[in-house]
């Protein structure tokens, strides 16, 4: 029977040294895959067939936007490689911050300053995405993309009716009547609401400026193109949002045309996402580990599903330039 239960111990010390050496070895990769990450991200020609190879760089937008320095950075190799000879930008976007997306904007126009650069608008390009696309000198569009949404707006939530229900009254001390406001838990003030309104008009006067100096739309179709309305990229051609029905082929078509690239070289993706969390090896690698520990399922489901983009907009702050019709339009 002692023999039995020493068996069992050593059994159960046995497991626990393997996994042990599992977790350690997972731990190892994963760090090795990162320090390599790591290196190859200050190399200027990082996402393409190597040093001096000529090549059509892929820039890829998708989701809502924000600011993003480490994006803002990879663009700024992008302006400077020796391989890209011209650059096509893919754009999926409903829009985000007017700040994040001004932000974009600016650092594609130093990337289209120094190379020739099209925009492909795959399933929209609106509000936010829209800034972003007139970076480019040529913007590309399926017939049934969704472009415009040109507009800013401001929301924030009003539960005052809601407290007064429940009996809770915040108390608070500022020091002026326009601090912090709004505020949700409170009525709107008239001073606050114009105040508020002063600034969504003042970014919606920027952004028809940009759309009429970009675009070349000045007169009754700038109203028309700016009320807030969404429009199919047929419709976009014929309002001059949009140069042309097409795909990428279409782009590479342009540029081989318009500015003389060979329209024989590699298109290749340029990495705009450099942030080591967003790198899919450590997804792999947390899962791994995970696995290695006997928490796989959670991992594959936190891995797997969109719970976190769910909250993405509930977390954009300030003024938006985005388009999401369950809610505004």
Do not use: C
Not at 14 to 21: D, E, N, Q, V
Not at 163 to 175: A, F, N, P, Q, R
Not at 235 to 261: C, P, R, S, Y
Not at 274 to 293: I, K, Q
Request: charged share 25%.
């Amino acid at each position: 029977m002692s023999l039995d239960a020493d068996a069992l111990v050593d059994r159960r010390r046995m497991r626990r040294k393997l996994t042990f050496w599992r977790v350690l070895a997972v731990l190892v990769a994963v760090a090795g895959v990162v320090a390599v990450a790591t290196a190859l991200r200050g190399r200027a020609d990082l996402g393409f067939g190597g040093p001096g190879s000529a090549q059509i760089a892929r820039v890829s937008i998708k989701g809502v936007i924000r600011n993003d320095q480490d994006r803002v950075e990879a663009l700024e190799r992008l302006a400077k490689s020796r391989a890209a000879r011209a650059v096509i930008v893919h754009i999926d976007s409903p829009g985000g911050t007017t700040a994040g997306s001004e932000q974009l904007h600016t650092a594609l126009r130093k990337v289209a300053e120094t190379k020739p650069t099209v925009v492909v608008v795959d399933g929209m390009a609106a509000s936010g995405g829209y800034i972003a696309a007139m970076a480019a000198d040529h913007i590309v569009a399926q017939g049934n993309s969704i472009v415009g949404s040109i507009g800013v707006l401001f929301q924030y939530p009003n539960v005052a009716d809601l407290m007064k229900t429940i009996g809770i009254k915040l108390e608070e001390v500022k020091s002026s009547p326009l601090k912090a406001a709004p505020n949700g838990f409170e009525p709107t003030s008239p001073e606050a609401r114009a105040a508020i309104a002063a600034l969504v008009a003042d970014s919606y006067d920027w952004f028809r400026g940009m759309v009429k100096e970009r675009r070349g739309i000045d007169g009754e179709l700038l109203a028309r193109v700016t009320d807030g309305r969404v429009f199919t990229g047929r419709q976009g051609v014929e309002l001059k949002l949009v140069d042309a029905i097409g795909t990428e082929e279409t782009a590479v078509a342009w540029l081989a045309k318009q500015k003389g690239i060979d329209p024989k070289l590699p298109v290749r993706d340029w990495k705009l996402e450099a942030r080591l969390g967003d790198l899919s090896f450590l997804h792999l690698g947390s899962t791994a580990l995970a696995e290695a520990v006997g928490l796989g399922p959670l991992a594959r489901a936190l891995v797997g599903t969109g719970t976190i983009q769910s909250f993405e907009r509930l977390s954009l702050d300030g003024l938006l330039a985005l388009w999401h019709p369950a809610a505004s339009d």
